[in-house]
């Protein structure tokens, strides 16, 4: 057993397998540690994490992504239709950490919490460490102010004849999320208030009866109960136990955001630690970016699902949506510039952070650094002092690119419409 090394994470989902595979592909001697007991499910995946995961060539050889499946949504009169992938979770997540594995982490099967200077694992050894990244999802002790309580209720339904497609339908209880995949089978997952009358099979069943009426008859698997409220973000405490993914904030599963949530935490925890390798004085730089990033994130993803369940109308005296009406806060999901303003704010540059300047736009309410390689408050600068001919003069043939980027950025932009 090694009984020292550079970071250890706890962990090995999506948020704690890229948090290991960034460091050893930083140099640093990485542990991770899980107990590899993932329940299969289904989960959604967006375009933005479907795209970095490939770019990265981690999914190279993954096959257990499917779609894109058409979407139908059943809520607050909407009745759209659109189209998306879904991954099986505990594939992806052992996926990735054989990914992490190849990168030189050591993969040690085992449970563990932070300790003093390090890890303890079930058994009782302790491992050394200078840094642990908690990955353990909603496992680690919630340290934020936490939402109504909530519970997922999920398993596999047995049936025939349901075209492949996703569905999403409101009912007075709570929301049901159903994915028929293409080779028949068909998983289904509840959103109700913790505190119900029944078993979990007979919860679940009695949303899908309501939800989905032609599988009121179809028999359930084994159904996985899982707590999810959702949680908000405590302030960082000890700059040698950084949280990343659920452990640092659940996101609303409404907002459709938790995969990449974690997958983004990873990447910025990552440059906080290169940041406080490569310039020790940094640590209070380090903390605001951490602090602000988070309850930013979290509150704005919060506010989006609170939005979405103000929508629907048809079940507003219902518990489970008054109960929820009101989290967190009555403010709205952005605060969008009234018009561009040039602000300082912390960003990643060449994998380090540092404090400049950044134009905050309708599109970009926490600002953008750039519009590719070139300065994107200095973009707006020149734009407001010449247009376009300002603009030529500067950057010559790539003028016209810029201008087309900043004028989508300050275009006035719908942000009222929450999307699931």
Same mark, same amino acid.
């Given at each position: 057993?090694?009984?020292?090394?550079?970071?250890?994470?706890?962990? &090995?989902?999506?948020?704690?397998?890229?948090?290991?595979?960034?460091?050893?592909?930083? &140099?640093?001697?990485?542990?991770?540690?899980?107990?590899?007991?993932?329940?299969?499910?289904?989960?959604?995946?967006?375009?933005?994490?479907?795209?970095?995961?490939?770019?990265?060539?981690?999914?190279?050889?993954?096959?257990?992504?499917?779609?894109?499946?058409?979407?139908?949504?059943?809520?607050?009169?909407?009745?759209?239709?659109?189209?998306?992938?879904?991954?099986?979770?505990?594939?992806?997540?052992?996926?990735?950490?054989?990914?992490?594995?190849?990168? $030189?982490?050591? =993969?040690?099967?085992?449970?563990?919490?932070?300790?003093?200077?390090?890890?303890? =694992?079930?058994? $009782?050894?302790?491992?050394?460490?200078?840094?642990?990244?908690?990955?353990? &999802?909603? #496992?680690?002790?919630?340290?934020?102010?936490?939402?109504?309580?909530?519970?997922?209720?999920?398993?596999?339904? #047995?049936?025939?004849?349901?075209?492949?497609?996703?569905?999403?339908?409101?009912?007075?209880? &709570?929301? =049901?999320?159903?994915?028929?995949?293409?080779? *028949?089978?068909?998983?289904?997952?509840?959103?109700?208030?913790?505190?119900? #009358?029944?078993?979990?099979?007979?919860?679940?069943? *009695?949303?899908?009866? #309501?939800?989905?009426?032609?599988?009121?008859?179809?028999?359930?698997?084994?159904?996985?109960?899982?707590?999810?409220?959702?949680?908000?973000?405590?302030?960082?405490?000890?700059?040698? =136990?950084?949280?990343?993914?659920?452990?640092?904030?659940?996101?609303?599963?409404?907002?459709?955001?938790?995969?990449?949530?974690?997958?983004?935490?990873?990447?910025?925890?990552?440059?906080?630690?290169?940041?406080?390798?490569?310039?020790?004085?940094?640590?209070?730089?380090?903390?605001?970016?951490?602090?602000?990033?988070?309850?930013?994130?979290?509150?704005?993803?919060?506010?989006?699902?609170?939005?979405?369940?103000?929508?629907?109308?048809?079940?507003?005296?219902?518990?489970?949506?008054?109960?929820?009406?009101? @989290?967190?806060?009555?403010?709205?999901?952005?605060?969008?510039?009234?018009?561009?303003?040039?602000?300082?704010?912390?960003?990643?540059?060449?994998?380090?952070?540092?404090?400049?300047?950044?134009?905050?736009?309708?599109?970009?309410?926490?600002?953008?650094?750039? @519009?590719?390689?070139?300065?994107?408050?200095?973009?707006?600068?020149?734009?407001?002092?010449?247009?376009?001919?300002?603009?030529?003069?500067?950057?010559?043939?790539?003028?016209?690119?810029?201008?087309?980027?900043?004028?989508?950025?300050?275009?006035?932009?719908?942000?009222?419409?929450?999307?699931?």
């Amino acid at each position: 057993m090694v009984c020292r090394t550079d970071l250890i994470v706890l962990g &090995g989902g999506p948020a704690g397998a890229v948090s290991a595979w960034l460091a050893a592909r930083d &140099g640093l001697s990485v542990l991770l540690i899980d107990p590899d007991r993932q329940t299969p499910r289904v989960e959604g995946l967006s375009p933005r994490l479907h795209h970095w995961l490939a770019t990265q060539g981690l999914l190279e050889g993954f096959t257990a992504i499917r779609g894109p499946l058409r979407r139908q949504v059943d809520w607050a009169g909407i009745s759209e239709s659109n189209s998306e992938h879904v991954v099986l979770r505990g594939a992806l997540d052992a996926h990735l950490r054989r990914m992490a594995v190849t990168e $030189g982490v050591r =993969l040690i099967v085992a449970s563990g919490r932070p300790a003093p200077g390090g890890v303890e =694992l079930s058994d $009782g050894t302790h491992i050394a460490a200078p840094m642990v990244i908690d990955a353990r &999802g909603r #496992k680690a002790p919630a340290a934020g102010t936490s939402g109504p309580a909530t519970i997922a209720l999920s398993g596999w339904v #047995k049936a025939k004849a349901v075209a492949p497609g996703v569905r999403l339908t409101a009912v007075a209880q &709570g929301w =049901l999320w159903r994915v028929a995949l293409p080779d *028949g089978r068909i998983w289904a997952q509840a959103l109700l208030d913790a505190v119900g #009358k029944g078993s979990p099979a007979d919860r679940l069943h *009695g949303i899908i009866s #309501k939800a989905e009426p032609v599988l009121a008859a179809a028999p359930l698997g084994q159904v996985l109960a899982r707590e999810a409220a959702l949680r908000l973000p405590a302030p960082l405490a000890d700059m040698s =136990l950084l949280r990343v993914g659920d452990a640092l904030a659940a996101m609303d599963p409404l907002s459709g955001h938790g995969q990449f949530w974690a997958v983004s935490s990873a990447l910025a925890v990552a440059a906080v630690r290169r940041t406080l390798a490569a310039h020790p004085g940094s640590g209070q730089l380090c903390r605001r970016f951490l602090d602000s990033r988070a309850r930013e994130t979290a509150l704005h993803q919060a506010r989006i699902g609170r939005d979405f369940l103000r929508a629907e109308t048809r079940f507003q005296d219902a518990p489970f949506w008054t109960a929820r009406r009101a @989290f967190p806060d009555d403010e709205p999901a952005s605060d969008v510039p009234q018009c561009p303003a040039i602000i300082n704010a912390i960003v990643v540059e060449n994998g380090l952070l540092t404090e400049r300047e950044v134009l905050r736009t309708v599109r970009a309410p926490s600002g953008i650094g750039w @519009f590719g390689s070139v300065p994107a408050p200095e973009v707006w600068r020149l734009w407001q002092q010449g247009g376009a001919e300002a603009l030529a003069a500067r950057w010559g043939v790539a003028a016209p690119a810029l201008a087309r980027r900043l004028l989508d950025e300050i275009a006035p932009h719908d942000t009222t419409r929450a999307s699931v």
